[in-house]
Nanobody
C-alpha cells in the first residue's frame, strides 16, 4: 500500500511558475510509475505528465509539453512537477498517482493522492 500526498499548489499569475511535490508517506514508489493528472472545474481528469521508476523516461500531454518538467528522487520518495509559463487554462486540482505500468489513462494507476489546487490568475 502506498499513500501519496501532494503539496505546493497555490495562486500564481499568468506566466508564473509553481513546483508541485508528491510524497509517499507510507510505502515507497521507487519501483512504481508516477504520474500527475489534473482536473479543471467542470471537466474530466486528464493526464499531465509521467515518469518511469528510474527517472530517465518522462512523457507529457501536448498541452503542457515544453512548459512542465517532471523529476523524482527515489531516496526521498518524492516526485516533482515543475510548471512554467502558466496560463489560466492550467487552473485545476492536480493529483499525483502511482502504478505498475506506464499509462496515459487514470485507470492505469492504483494509488492516488487527494490533490492540490492550482489557480492561475489572468
Amino acid at each position: 500500500q502506498v499513500q501519496l500526498t501532494e503539496s505546493g499548489g497555490g495562486l500564481v499569475q499568468t506566466g508564473g511558475s509553481l513546483t508541485l511535490t508528491c510524497t509517499a508517506s507510507v510505502g515507497t514508489f521507487a519501483p512504481l510509475v508516477v504520474a500527475w493528472f489534473r482536473q479543471a472545474p467542470g471537466r474530466k481528469r486528464e493526464f499531465a505528465a509521467g515518469i518511469l521508476s528510474a527517472g530517465h523516461t518522462t512523457w507529457f500531454a501536448d498541452s503542457v509539453k515544453g512548459r512542465f518538467t517532471i523529476s523524482r528522487d527515489n531516496a526521498k520518495n518524492t516526485v516533482l512537477l515543475q510548471m512554467n509559463r502558466l496560463t489560466p487554462d492550467d487552473t485545476a486540482v492536480y493529483f499525483c498517482a502511482a502504478g505498475d505500468v506506464q499509462a496515459w489513462s487514470e485507470y492505469g494507476y492504483d494509488y492516488w493522492g487527494q490533490g492540490t489546487h492550482v489557480t492561475v490568475s489572468s
